[in-house]
């Protein structure tokens, strides 16, 4: 069995500020950077044998948060990468109607059928991610991997493993630094982790 960690990268200013966050680099902020210790303080039990991250910086700074707990690189994925927005990146969820095209409401209702200007789809974000994913575990077969991404991408992928429509995709909640696991076994995947942010419990109560 290959176990695969699965993490959304740390808060940004964008997630803050509920903006529609795709292939922009946006960094981290403070708290980003904290939810990324933390969730490096959470795994640092685990038997890590790889780690790697989308090459965006709020997922590849995360990753090298959790990797230096265990004396390991990081190794940049594109293909981890968000969904490209195109023309709606920096674009505010509620933002003016005026802005988005007739395919705005479609995105939280519909996403399977979105069609983002200057972007991409989903259906194609789940492809390369799945792709990606499937070819690090056969690379790691009975060892377990961290895999930093991001909420829309890690989305896709546990739709994929679930056999579930791309349009159910926002069903599924992706805090900052949520852990998944995965455990891929030779014809199957078992899903035994979603969305875990226990590591910021003790965080959150202080504050």
Request: charged share 25%; aromatic share 6%; net charge neutral.
């Amino acid at each position: 069995m290959t176990k695969v960690i699965l993490i959304r990268h740390g808060e940004t200013q964008w997630n803050v500020a509920m903006k529609c966050q795709g292939h922009r680099d946006i960094e981290l902020t403070e708290l980003g950077l904290k939810q990324a210790e933390l969730a490096a303080g959470r795994l640092v039990n685990e038997n890590v044998a790889a780690v790697y991250a989308s090459d965006l910086s709020r997922a590849f700074i995360t990753a090298k948060c959790i990797a230096k707990k265990h004396d390991l690189p990081v190794t940049a994925i594109p293909e981890l990468r968000e969904i490209n927005f195109g023309e709606w990146e920096g674009l505010t969820f509620r933002g003016n109607e005026h802005q988005w095209s007739a395919d705005k409401n479609k995105l939280f209702t519909h996403p399977d059928e979105v069609i983002i200007p200057g972007g991409e789809t989903f259906r194609a974000v789940k492809e390369r991610a799945t792709i990606a994913i499937d070819k690090l575990v056969a690379t790691h077969p009975k060892q377990t991997i961290v895999i930093v991404s991001h909420g829309g991408t890690i989305r896709t992928l546990l739709c994929a493993v679930l056999n579930i429509h791309l349009n159910y995709l926002w069903n599924i909640k992706q805090d900052n630094t949520a852990i998944n696991m995965l455990e891929y076994y030779d014809n199957r995947v078992i899903v035994s982790l979603v969305n875990d942010t226990h590591h910021l419990n003790n965080y959150k109560a202080e504050q």
